[in-house]
């Protein structure tokens, strides 16, 4: 299937988001993870497309989006996902998918407008644990930020093969995309200042985690947390501290999958998507 050209649209304050539309049906709300773009799910728009309206949008700062005027945390991004769906007309909930940190800020959009979601599903989020990869410790630190930031190929390539377990997917194209993601001027310090909101160099915040997670227990909606055995990124163990914050919710391990199974494992996570939201009070198909 031919994937539709991303549009821009004005959220206020002067600043622009990115965002690819496609296809009839209940909206669909896709939010990709820290230093990534709403590319991430071309293989599920593709795919759910043909019975949803799947929305797919740069987080404030990454992708084509503008950085907002203060540093990204993620309650200020889910506001500027509330903004961007107020500015494309999204009136009805919708079913929100997010990845990694855009699993963080889906989660924090529902806790503030639990009316807007109609279901959750969350892949390999970021809020379960404090473990996570040292890469993303080692940005909280400004000197080993601009070091690290330092955009080149081979730089590009490397922080793909921690993603995926299946080393065939760190193609040539999602090495150019990734390395224009790092050039873009304001790249470097979005990415240094979110990973600060998020973490120190000995790991996640609690702070933010705890507030977050007894909000999502305080309101839960229909949920759905997979997560990648082979996570070198978010490790898989925090799938059962999902289970533990979120009881309601459902649970999927992908075995012999990395950090981003809506593209490791396109057909199998779009199907299981479809099932949950036949199958949930919160969605039908």
């Not at 009839?24 to 896709?30: H, Q, R, Y």
């Not at 993870?33 to 949803?52: M, N, P, Y």
């Not at 945390?73 to 919708?94: E, K, Q």
């Not at 305080?218 to 009881?247: C, F, N, S």
């Amino acid at each position: 299937m031919t994937l539709a050209e991303p549009r821009t649209v004005a959220l206020g304050d002067g600043l622009r988001a990115r965002y690819r539309v496609q296809g009839e049906g209940d909206p669909v709300l896709l939010l990709h993870g820290i230093g990534c773009s709403l590319e991430d799910f071309d293989e599920q728009v593709a795919l759910l497309s043909e019975g949803f309206r799947c929305w797919a949008v740069d987080l404030a700062g990454f992708g084509g989006s503008d950085p907002l005027p203060v540093p990204n945390s993620v309650p200020r991004l889910a506001a500027s996902v509330a903004a961007f769906t107020d500015a494309v007309g999204i009136d009805a909930p919708v079913h929100v998918v997010g990845n990694s940190l855009g699993g963080a800020v889906a989660l924090q959009f529902a806790v503030d407008h639990p009316e807007r979601v109609r279901t959750l599903a969350l892949a390999d989020p970021a809020g379960f644990g404090r473990e996570v990869t040292v890469a993303l410790r080692l940005l909280t630190v400004p000197f080993l930020a601009r070091r690290l930031l330092e955009p080149s190929t081979e730089a590009s390539r490397r922080t793909l093969r921690a993603v995926f377990h299946d080393r065939d997917l760190v193609t040539a194209d999602r090495v150019a995309r990734a390395e224009a993601l790092s050039r873009r001027p304001h790249g470097a310090r979005v990415m240094h200042e979110t990973a600060r909101s998020l973490g120190t160099p000995v790991g996640v915040r609690r702070g933010w985690r705890r507030r977050l997670l007894r909000g999502a227990a305080a309101k839960p909606v229909p949920t759905l947390v997979v997560w990648g055995e082979q996570d070198r990124i978010l490790p898989a163990t925090h799938l059962e501290a999902a289970r533990r914050a979120l009881p309601h919710a459902r649970t999927h391990l992908f075995p012999a999958t990395g950090h981003m199974p809506q593209i490791e494992r396109a057909g199998e996570f779009a199907e299981l998507l479809e099932e949950f939201w036949t199958t949930t009070s919160g969605g039908t198909a």
